[in-house]
């Protein structure tokens, strides 16, 4: 079975500052791994996703993750954080077998705060 | 982009009343549609999955006859309360999926159940 563990239910960073959020997963096959943000009260919007390929993955408003096979990661990363990227993100991986657009397996959130 | 509309935003609803659900995919035609929960500061938990003229297949843990999904067009999919009770107040959102390369989620519905 598959799981996600997001470490860190908060994280804070000071405006400008490197984010990093932190997510490891479990799966017996090959994953297909996704960020998501969700501000309060709202629906989820993809940051991005990894599939297959490039194991560096680029998003919206900045942000990338990288999947490492050999750590079961997939953290994602922004170089500068600005006040508008405080929200939740969910790491999430598909469910063996759902593919990119199937059930998804969602981590425990870390909410993200960003000072000035 | 896609665009999956849920109705309505927010609701409160008396105990023992129903509440209903809207989830249209505006732009595509979303063959299934998930539903998830998702309880304050917590993660989402899936709760069933639902295909176009099918029955819905819920989780294990959900009550099928107290969260009823109905999938009847392609591009409407619903979600009913029934029987409403506070512990069901919650978040719940939708997430659509059809002839796209990726699911749509929904704005979300916050029922608070008094």
């Known amino acids: 079975a598959q799981s996600v563990t997001q470490l860190g239910s908060h994280v804070s960073v000071s405006e400008g500052a490197l984010v990093l959020l932190r997510c490891n997963y479990s799966?017996?096959?090959?994953?297909?791994l996704f960020w998501y943000v969700q501000y309060p009260n709202q629906g989820l919007q993809l940051l991005l996703k990894y599939t297959t390929g490039a194991t560096l993955v680029k998003g919206i408003n900045g942000f990338e993750a990288e999947f490492k096979k050999s750590e079961t990661s997939f953290h994602l990363t922004k170089p500068s954080a600005h006040m508008s990227d405080a929200a939740e993100y969910f790491c999430?991986?598909?469910?063996?077998?759902?593919?990119?657009?199937?059930?998804?397996?969602f981590g425990q959130g870390t909410t993200l705060q960003v000072k000035p | 982009g896609a665009v999956v509309s849920q109705h309505p935003s927010w609701v409160i609803c008396k105990s023992g009343t129903s509440v209903k659900i809207e989830c249209r995919s505006l732009?595509?035609?979303?063959?299934?549609m998930f539903w998830y929960r998702q309880f304050p500061k917590q993660s989402l938990m899936l709760m069933a999955t639902?295909?176009?003229?099918?029955?819905?297949?819920?989780e294990q843990g959900v009550e099928k006859d107290k969260f009823l999904i109905n999938h009847a067009s392609l591009t409407l999919s619903t979600l009913t309360v029934t029987s409403a009770h506070p512990e069901d107040s919650s978040f719940y959102i939708c997430?659509?999926?059809?002839?796209?390369?990726?699911?749509?989620f929904g704005q979300g519905t916050r029922l608070t159940v008094v």
């Open positions: 639902s295909n176009e003229g099918s029955k819905a297949t819920y």
């Open positions: 732009d595509f035609q979303a063959t299934t």
């Open positions: 997430r659509g999926s059809g002839g796209r390369t990726e699911a749509f």
């Open positions: 999430a991986v598909s469910r063996e077998g759902s593919g990119n657009t199937g059930k998804l397996i």
């Open positions: 799966s017996s096959v090959p994953p297909y």
